[in-house]
């Protein structure tokens, strides 16, 4: 890394509604490169666009942070040296600067209407503000400010020559200076713009490296000049692309639910699987076991050692959600059994079950290798939480080959046997259960396929016996004679 001052990198979320999937890839992006660098990850909010601002949207930044593991350094809850750390919060600030270009002669007035704007843009051919704003005087000012008219700061761009910023991952980015716009850099109403506010707020925060989203990318140059004219030194810049949905285009909050950051959190994810993924999305990484081999499955720590802004890739990667929940899988799978047991309690809780924590410890070893998502225990296992269980029909207890006397027969006989047993460890079930099956004609799969759908209500579950054990004796009784009662009813 070139850049010789101390590694300070910003994310900078406007609170307008859930946390795009692509931010939280840029917040992880900033984190790993503070923390490749020993430098510092700082939060900022841009809440400068008041239309769009909403206040519970603060809270969910927040909150996703930290579901994430990004915890920042500076920011809006912490302090810092540098704050306040939301930008409504320092409008003089901004007011002072748009000024100093002004008395400067980098900047100027402008009191067109928005409908005024709109002739000027159609006269112009689309090709946006004609710049007439700058041949007015300060007598003109003063007769417009009497006249009651509003005004906007805007800057003003060198009308020769070119302009090149070197962008970390893309390259040299040249563009000719007749083609950039004197964009706004303070409203009417005493708010900055991005362009501005970022400015700014980069200088006075010490922020060593910008890394942002494409989509700024053509504001690059405009930033630069705006740099130049202040006096000030552009920090490094690297825009990240673009995540794009499988099925084509950018992924959008709009169009997919899996484009918000809470869809992964209210729907069983793990935060270490996200952002083992999201390193996946548009960086080439290159994360090592201790034999030296490349591994799919890592932690943002280890991604950190190694993390590299340059060979961050320059276009749109798409977002597999199917590797995304084949890593949550591999991630569950590596969690201590207490953890994920924890873990499981709340959409357990939130499905409208009472969970006993014994239970639960007991129960998750059974399914830690059969989930992939958190969600998923409520369907794999929600029976073991449950008073009472019926199969979805009588049917559905009979296994093929066999009719409903036979299975009502055979599941009679599993009763006495296990109700006779001297312990009820799975072992001990088995031992008794297959020689049970064989004395009765029938193969394991016929006997065991009727007591899982009894003592379970369904076809597929975890481990037969492993299961009756941690139901226990009694309950597990219980539910095969309900089940042969249900076999014995008139059809």
């Known amino acids: 890394m070139a850049e010789s001052r101390p590694v300070r990198v910003r994310f900078a979320p406007s609170p307008t509604g859930d946390m795009h999937i692509g931010g939280a890839r840029t917040a992880l992006f900033n984190w790993l490169f503070a923390h490749r660098y020993g430098g510092k990850f700082i939060l900022r909010i841009e809440d400068t ?29 912490i302090g810092g040296p540098y704050g306040p750390y939301i930008q409504s919060e320092r409008l ?11 008395d400067n002669g980098r900047a100027y007035r402008a009191y067109e209407t928005p409908e005024e704007l709109d002739e000027i843009s159609k006269a112009n051919k689309g090709m946006g503000y004609d710049r007439r704003g700058r041949s007015l005087t300060p007598d003109d000012w003063a007769r417009l400010d009497a006249e ?7 800057f003003k761009v060198p009308l020769e020559g070119e302009t090149t910023v070197i962008d970390l991952v893309r390259g040299p980015i040249t563009v000719q200076n007749e083609k950039l716009q004197d964009l706004v850099l303070l409203k009417s109403d005493g708010y900055p713009t991005y362009h501005l506010a970022n400015v700014v707020d980069d200088h006075l925060m010490e922020i060593s490296h910008i890394i942002r989203a494409e989509e700024w990318i053509s504001t690059a140059p405009f930033h630069k000049q705006l740099y130049a004219a202040l006096g000030w030194q552009m920090p490094a ?3 990240v692309p673009v995540i794009l949905h499988p099925n084509g285009g950018k992924i959008s909050k709009r169009k997919h639910p899996e484009a918000a950051l809470s869809y ?26 201790e034999q030296g081999n490349e591994v799919q499955v890592f932690t943002k720590e ?15 990667t798409k977002f597999d959600v199917v590797k995304l929940q084949w890593l949550n899988g591999e991630h569950i799978r590596r969690m201590p059994v207490a953890e994920l047991a924890e873990k499981l309690r709340r959409p357990l809780e939130k499905a409208g079950y009472t969970v006993n924590s014994d239970l639960l410890l007991r129960v998750t070893p059974l399914i830690q290798e059969r989930i992939k998502l958190l969600n998923d225990v409520v369907e ?12 979805e029909s009588p049917a559905s207890l009979i296994p093929k080959k066999m009719d409903a006397a036979q299975t009502a027969s055979a599941l009679q006989r599993a009763y006495e046997t296990l109700a006779g047993l001297p312990d009820f460890a799975a072992q001990t079930q088995e031992a008794a259960l297959r020689p049970l099956a064989e004395s009765l004609g029938l193969n394991p799969g016929q006997l065991f396929g009727a007591l899982r759908v009894a003592v379970t209500g369904k076809t597929v579950s975890p481990p037969l016996f ?12 219980a539910r095969i004679k309900k089940a042969i009662e249900l076999l014995s009813q008139p059809t």
């Open 49 to 77: 666009d008041q239309k769009r601002t909403r206040e519970e949207s603060l809270g969910g930044i927040l909150d996703g942070l930290h579901w994430l593991g990004l915890q920042w350094d500076e920011g809006p809850d």
């Open 92 to 102: 003089d600030i901004y007011q002072k600067w748009a000024q100093w270009l002004v």
């Open 148 to 154: 009651g008219r509003k005004y906007v700061i805007r």
């Open 237 to 239: 810049i690297a825009h």
């Open 264 to 289: 992964f959190i209210q729907n069983g994810y793990l935060p270490e699987a996200v952002t083992n993924f999201l390193c996946n999305v548009g960086w080439n990484y290159g994360v090592l076991d």
């Open 302 to 316: 280890q991604a950190a050692a190694i993390f590299d802004i340059t060979k961050v890739t320059t276009s749109g």
């Open 380 to 391: 794999v296992a929600g029976f073991f939480f449950r008073e009472d269980v019926i199969p």
């Open 466 to 477: 492993e299961t009756m054990e941690v139901l226990g004796r009694e309950v597990a009784l």
